[in-house]
């Protein structure tokens, strides 16, 4: 068997026909082909936009807490304090409500 005699066979052509259309019909059509590549990408898209989204909403966030803490330091240690935090050295209590 040489080389020129398998380029020439026509098995081989037949055979290698039918398993590039094999392979291409799994591609499309199995269930982790070429759809869930499609879903996937729709996918990484929408969740691209939503963090560009949220990361658009800190910038604004953190701009108003920059205005907010140099006009009024005073509401903004009330903002401060109703999230939970302290200055250093103090205490924090909180209280649950009854049910």
Do not use: H
């Not at 005699?5 to 070429?34: K, Y």
Request: charged fraction near 30%; avoid cysteine; charge should be positive.
């Amino acid at each position: 068997m040489n080389a020129a005699w398998l380029l020439r066979s026509r098995t081989l052509w037949a055979a290698l026909g039918v398993s590039s259309l094999l392979s291409t019909a799994i591609l499309f059509l199995s269930p982790d082909g070429l759809p869930a590549l499609r879903k996937r990408r729709a996918e990484l898209v929408s969740q691209k936009e939503e963090l560009l989204k949220k990361a658009r909403q800190n910038r604004e966030l953190a701009e108003q807490v920059r205005l907010l803490s140099a006009k009024d330091p005073e509401l903004f240690e009330a903002l401060a304090r109703r999230q939970g935090y302290a200055r250093p050295g103090e205490t924090v209590y909180s209280f649950r409500e009854r049910r």
